[in-house]
């Protein structure tokens, strides 16, 4: 998919509490649609502003009644060039629409949308709400129907699937870190390492029910979840290979007290990519535990051990 280059940029609100949204957006045949109910579609379509200013005018104050028109205004005269977004189900969607305008039945106006509605980027990434800047998504907010978007820059940047200079640095050396984190961490002495473990499971909100190692043969660390009620038990070898792998994930499905099962092996043997891994079981490699440490904020911890 080719980048977009759009002339300008409107928010557009898809009824009162979204209630279009999903005849709009997810419709066989999707459009933007807009409200502001009047008798002059016509005259709207010969651009004559001042008849729909003076409509409002009646109803609303002369402020209300000019930001009124303008919003109509847009609907009515933006062309095929202008990038629409709104918000649907906790996700940006952005489209082109056609310039037609179409009078509907119950008096509401309409633009057939080029395609359909996207919520991905060029590069297919989810637009989601939660990892999109506050400073655009706070538009979602806007009481009227359309309006400008500020951060349109950024807006265009995320569609395009580009990254701005100063977060691909900081991407780049997060990637360093975590590079040099992993000859660190497989320095460590064992226990240190064990205790490394510990501390990543406990500070990403598992409590720790059980002492780190002990006398149970097949749980290194005994879990539980507050939040979810969850149970999970870690095993963490300094070797294994898959028949070792699939022991462990044999005693797992023995013991139905639990739902996770993390496997952490500092030095696999064999190729992992073809070990079998059950639902409910993950394999933490050295690789993971560096980016889990890195999140987690011990990397100072790391570094003072290996000093």
């Known amino acids: 998919m080719q980048k977009i280059k759009p002339k300008s940029v409107r928010f557009i609100k898809l009824g009162s509490k979204g209630r279009w949204e999903p005849d709009c957006i997810e419709g066989a045949n999707p459009f933007i649609r ?3 109910i009047n008798p002059h579609h016509e005259e709207c379509l010969k651009r004559n502003w001042a008849v729909l200013r003076a409509y409002w005018a009646q109803k ?3 402020s209300k009644a ?11 005269t933006l062309g095929q060039d202008t990038l629409w977004i709104t918000f649907y189900r906790r996700r940006l969607y952005w489209c082109f629409a056609y310039p037609e305008v179409r009078l509907l039945a119950d ?9 359909k509605w996207k919520s991905k980027s060029i590069m297919d990434e989810e637009l989601l709400i939660e990892n999109l800047s506050g400073k655009l998504t706070k538009t979602k907010g806007f009481r009227g129907t359309i309006c400008s978007v500020e951060e349109e820059e950024y ?3 995320r569609i ?16 360093s870190l975590e590079k040099s984190l992993e000859e660190m961490i497989r320095s460590l002495g064992w226990k240190d390492f064990e205790l490394l473990c510990d501390l990543i499971f406990t500070r990403s909100g598992w409590q720790r029910v059980s002492a780190v190692g002990g006398t149970e043969k097949s749980i290194d660390l005994d879990l539980f979840l507050p939040v979810s009620g969850k149970k999970a038990f870690v095993q963490i070898k300094s070797q294994a290979d898959t028949k070792t792998f699939k022991e462990y994930c044999d005693i797992f499905e023995t013991l139905d007290q639990y739902h996770e099962m993390f496997f952490v092996v500092h030095s696999p043997r064999g190729d ?8 409910k079981a993950q394999i933490l490699t050295i690789e993971k535990i560096s980016q889990l440490a890195v999140a987690a904020g011990l990397s100072n911890w790391i570094i003072q051990k290996t000093l």
């Open 107 to 115: 008096g509401t106006r309409s633009r057939c949308v080029v395609g």
């Open 272 to 279: 992992i990519s073809t070990w079998k891994i059950p639902d």
């Open 155 to 157: 807006l265009i940047r």
């Open 66 to 76: 000019t930001g009124i028109t303008n919003q109509i205004k847009d609907f009515y």
């Open 160 to 175: 395009n699937g580009e990254i701005a200079p100063e977060v691909l640095n900081a991407k780049q050396c997060l990637s």
């Open 34 to 36: 807009l409200g502001f």
């Open 60 to 62: 609303k104050t002369k």
